[in-house]
């Protein structure tokens, strides 16, 4: 992937985290697994598998969006280092 592309993906991943709408679906999500986690009895494993899975689910969601988004944080960031670096030897051709 481009450079720009991961940064315009990073932008993107940015502004679902950072979302009212995100952040109140993840409160919303997190506390009904939990709640449902408490509700089902210890002897249902199967019901409780099923839990961690989509707790594991949901987790993988918001680490990819997160990796997005930290990976094109950190090309910028390198795209600024190059182009400082490159100003500064300009000054002395």
Known sequence: MEAEDEIV???KAAQVLDSALFIEARKRVREGIDRQMLAVPLSDQ???TRLIVARQVWDQIEKYLEGIKQTGEIRQFQIAQE???KKRF????
């Open 83 to 85: 182009e400082e670096r």
């Open 90 to 93: 300009s000054l002395f051709g």
């Open 46 to 48: 199967t019901m409780h």
């Open 9 to 11: 993906m990073a932008g």
